[in-house]
């Protein structure tokens, strides 16, 4: 995302209103029939997996604290967007949960602690070639914390968040189609809007 960086390696994504669709606000998926992927998200995790990128998912999930779900609910519901993905030939390469309340931890977004924790498991990962690409600007500050690029996912007719994020998208698809292409053809200019 850098000038002078040529391309993105890894790719961090949120996973409600980023790869599925977002429960209401206060619920959470707790049940993994409740779990939809969002078009085209699927696809755009297929060709990161396929063009070698790395895809982390990065995700707050407060209900576990809140004694809505449990960590078996939760891990369940990943076997289920796992299985979704898998069925259009899609992986992640790691999963980073919080399941803590807000202010009991250092890693719910938009703190850092989940890619910081990535960046410690797979340390060839470097913020400087990473993007963090969310719906949210806690997905947005997160990823500036940690030193990576970061992309805001906002739906067509919104009107535009104030946002810190370098680029502004409609959907994770817009945001890969563009962000893939610019590795080709040079790098995203900040401020962007597509
Ligand atoms: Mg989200
Ligand atoms: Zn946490």
Redesign the pocket.
Known sequence: MKAGHAEVRTFFLDRDGTLNAKPPEGRYITDPAELVLLPGAAGAVRELNASGRRVVLVTNQRGVARGLMTSADLTAVHARLAALLRAHGAFLDAVYV?P?EVGA?D??KPLP?LLKAAMRDFPDIDPADSVTIGDSESDVLAGRAAGTGTVLLQGPGKPPDNTSADLVATDLRTAVGLLLMSSKNGCVSKGGRV
Do not use: A, D, E, Q
């Open positions: 919080c803590h931890c890693c719910r602690g």
